[in-house]
């Protein structure tokens, strides 16, 4: 949210520099993000002073130039080469002078110099007003008042307005500070705090007065749960035309395009008060009446974008007697709305349902000054307020006349909230004691009424602009905020206690496994829950979907079900800006209904794709492939100390090729070859290659896990290999299990580390060159014991696998 300083100042008369302010408000909650400065004319018109024309002669060389002699308050006149037809001796003109920047309309700078134009020296430039950026015209120079001294700055001359513009990161529960008017009121409170005590300037409606009531438009609100205050005014007898440079530059100072006066007041107060307007062509309001309501579903409706929406059932709408004519708080339709013709308007100034206003925003994907005030609540009573103000404003800038009573329905008056706060409360929640006399200056400051004190605390009202102080913490909240939380105590001693903790907790284990996949070139990624429905529909689960109430966007409408669309979306996002090379793991969350109820797994997953390395003269470049995920796999099991996983073929959508890791029947992960189906769905082009890890299998196996500690073996192990033939068909998982079935005592380990297919082979054969690793823990092995032992498993082999000694 941008908040013009100027603007600031017209509420609180501060002379503290915009740093200063920038830190006290950040202080207070109001996180100032950044100052950027504003000036009504790029370049302020710095070297831009009033010239006087003395002479103005032809130019020797060129029969459409002029040659000019022009004072501009120093000792000699300056010669400047002039253009404009309309230039005469004895004018006084804008002269900009030799080192000035001006700006093209498309923000382009440019610097005058000197220079010599068709043989004769310039020494200046005699401006156009679209020139200095003051307007479009370029028919000839300016001609100032003759009563202007030469030399004068331009910059005086046209009041050019600089100003500093604070971005304040404002949270969803400040309402209160979403205006001007807002952040003044904070800014007040703080100051008081700092013994310093500043006068809030509220605007005066005291002027405000019925000329006539020659234009009653009658109002009926038929859902007061969703309008529960609705008030409205006619004005007629204005001219709509361009506004006064005041009001354009308080605008354009905090990013908004001016587009005429009845508009432009309505943004306005909309950002001096807080309060939503809206303003309604009167003569487009048929039957003369307007009526606050919902249509059924399905009611078309074009608005001010010219886009045609359909609307919701829930949707509420502000009508005359015959059509809608306005999304109510949200955005205004393109037949109602006022154009340069409008000589009335009705002016609208309502306090809408909070929850059905973003309801209706979200629906139709729009967000606008006004959605954003009325979805986080507004102050049901600032809207007379607001509109007299406005109303006040537009009479005096386009002219108009009052010609109705205010028309103010407010069935059922606010409750004002009622807060006990104890004093207890306050310095446990703070843990400082803050004196009695200082929590109750700053209550004075947030104008929070204090009722009654006893010894245990305070009874209070809240202020109805505080929509968000409900309870009694929220009110300490307050008093901490403003008190300052850099001035609460804190000790030099930290005490602590130490608790016992597993070596199994998710978090330690994460950590482990986490350092280990970095220590192997893995980045960590962390990825938004929320995913597309399109997207999810590809699984084909659309009965387990945990769909959002309220969704942001389309894009963000369920919770995932599995862990690769977020990953999908990351690895193209890189791919797209030329990081090709990726292996990425993420800590995370699926969600999944079941029944009646809602489910959340914990997962691990990794993504690899492109190359193993970057490029290197060292190192051949070489493409990940699915053994190079697999041993990625093996170690994290390896690593948390989970033996006795095996593994076999896992067939699924998300897949070409996949396997599953099983431990006693449950099945820990999946991790394969993602299918090109899938990736198509992302735009990747390049294999990907996945591992899901279901984590909360993992842990729980780890806490059943019984770790023993051996002594290292004294005697040495023995290595054996095999070049064995064997048909395309049989796995190494087969050669795996059948060495390990044949001899269980003796052999430790078994490795396969080369497999040839080609030339000098039989058709459909392939050779396996697979060591063995042998030991006996009590004495050296014979070689009678293992030649016995290698001849067991070859004749297993020949047997079983058709297995031949290459």
């Given at each position: ?183 003044a009121r904070d800014l007040k409170a703080g100051l008081e705090q700092k013994e310093i005590q500043k006068e809030l300037v509220t605007p ?603």
């Amino acid at each position: 949210m941008k908040i013009s300083y100027n603007w600031l100042k017209q509420f609180l008369q501060i002379d503290w520099d915009s740093q200063k302010t920038g830190e006290l408000l950040t202080d207070l909650g109001l996180e100032v993000e950044g100052i950027s400065s504003f000036e009504s004319v790029r370049g302020g018109l710095q070297g831009v002073v009033v010239g006087h024309v003395l002479t103005c002669d032809k130019h020797p060389n060129a029969d459409r130039l002029k040659l000019t002699t022009v004072d501009v308050g120093e000792e000699t006149p300056l010669q400047i080469v002039c253009g404009a037809p309309n230039v005469e001796a004895g004018q006084k003109v804008p002269v900009a002078t030799i080192g000035t920047t001006l700006y093209t309309k498309d923000g382009e700078a440019w610097q005058i110099k000197k220079g010599k134009i068709r043989g004769e020296v310039s020494q200046g430039m005699i401006c156009a007003e679209d020139e200095l950026g003051l307007g479009e015209g370029h028919d000839g120079i300016m001609v100032l008042s003759e009563t202007l001294e030469p030399g004068t700055p331009c910059s005086k001359v046209f009041e050019i307005e600089n100003d500093e513009v604070f971005e304040i990161g404002l949270t969803p529960n400040r309402a209160d500070a979403m205006s001007h008017f807002g952040v003044a009121r904070d800014l007040k409170a703080g100051l008081e705090q700092k013994e310093i005590q500043k006068e809030l300037v509220t605007p005066s409606t005291s002027n405000f007065s019925i000329e006539n009531r020659s234009l009653k438009i009658d109002v009926e609100v038929k859902d007061s749960q969703l309008a529960p205050r609705y008030c409205g005014i006619t004005i007629s007898n204005l001219i709509v035309q361009e506004s006064p440079d005041w009001l354009k530059n308080r605008l354009k100072a905090i990013g908004l395009s001016p587009i005429n006066n009845i508009v432009d007041i309505t943004n306005y107060v909309l950002h001096e008060l807080g309060q939503p307007l809206h303003a309604f062509d009167a003569a487009k309001i048929k039957g003369g009446k307007i009526e606050v309501k919902t249509l059924p579903a399905g009611t078309k409706f074009k608005t001010l974008d010219e886009v045609d929406r359909e609307l919701h059932e829930d949707d509420l709408m502000i009508c005359d007697a015959e059509k809608p004519m306005c999304i109510a708080g949200v955005f205004g339709g393109i037949y109602s709305g006022v154009t340069e013709h409008t000589t009335s308007i009705f002016l609208e100034s309502a306090y809408f349902d909070a929850v059905s206003i973003r309801k209706t925003a979200k629906r139709h994907g729009l967000n606008t000054d006004a959605s954003f005030r009325f979805e986080r609540g507004v102050d049901i009573n600032m809207t007379e307020y607001a509109l007299k103000r406005a109303a006040l404003l537009i009479c005096e800038i386009a002219g108009g006349d009052i010609t109705s009573e205010i028309v103010d329905l407010y069935p059922k008056k606010a409750d004002e909230r009622q807060v006990f706060l104890t004093f207890d409360k306050i310095n446990s929640l703070i843990g400082q004691e803050i004196p009695r006399d200082t929590i109750k200056s700053i209550l004075a400051s947030l104008e929070i009424k204090v009722n009654n004190i006893t010894e245990s605390g305070l009874g209070l009202t809240i202020p109805s602009y505080r929509v968000d102080v409900e309870r009694e913490v929220d009110v300490i909240e307050e008093i901490l905020r403003v008190f300052g939380y850099n001035n609460i105590d804190y000790k030099d001693k930290l005490t602590a206690s130490i608790a016992e903790s597993s070596r199994f907790e998710n978090h330690r284990v994460q950590d482990l496994v986490g350092n280990m996949l970095a220590a192997q070139g893995y980045y960590e990624i962390m990825t938004n829950s929320l995913v597309a429905q399109e997207t999810q529909s590809i699984l084909k689960d659309e009965a387990h979907l945990v769909n959002m109430l309220n969704p942001l966007s389309s894009d963000l409408s369920v919770m995932r079900t599995s862990m690769l669309f977020s990953g999908l979306q990351t690895i193209s996002y890189n791919i797209n800006r030329q990081k090709t090379d990726l292996k990425l793991f993420e800590f995370g969350k699926t969600y999944h209904k079941k029944g009646d109820k809602n489910q959340e797994n914990q997962h691990l997953s990794m993504f690899i794709s492109g190359n193993r390395t970057e490029n290197s003269w060292a190192i051949p470049t070489q493409k990940t492939d699915f053994f190079f995920l697999k041993g990625s796999v093996e170690n994290i099991f390896d690593r948390i100390g989970l033996t006795d996983v095996t593994v076999e073929p896992y067939n699924d959508v998300i897949f070409s090729e996949g396997l599953r890791c099983i431990k006693n029947g449950k099945q820990l992960g999946t991790y394969g070859l993602v299918s090109k189906a899938m990736l198509k769905e992302f735009d990747v082009k390049q294999d990907v290659f996945y591992a899901d890890f279901d984590w909360d299998a993992v842990l729980n196996y780890l806490n059943t896990q019984n770790i023993v500690f051996k002594e290292i073996p004294k005697f040495p192990e023995v290595n054996r290999d095999f070049a064995l033939l064997l048909d395309e068909g049989v796995s190494f998982q087969q050669v795996y299990d059948l060495a390990w079935s044949t001899e269980k005592s003796l052999l430790k380990k078994v490795n396969l580390f080369d497999v040839y297919t080609g030339k000098n082979l039989p058709e459909g054969k392939k050779s396996y060159a697979v060591s063995f690793t042998l030991l006996d823990e009590k004495k050296t092995l014979t070689d009678k014991q293992i030649d016995k032992i290698m001849a067991k498993l070859l004749a297993r082999y020949q047997k079983e696998l058709g297995a031949e000694l290459r």
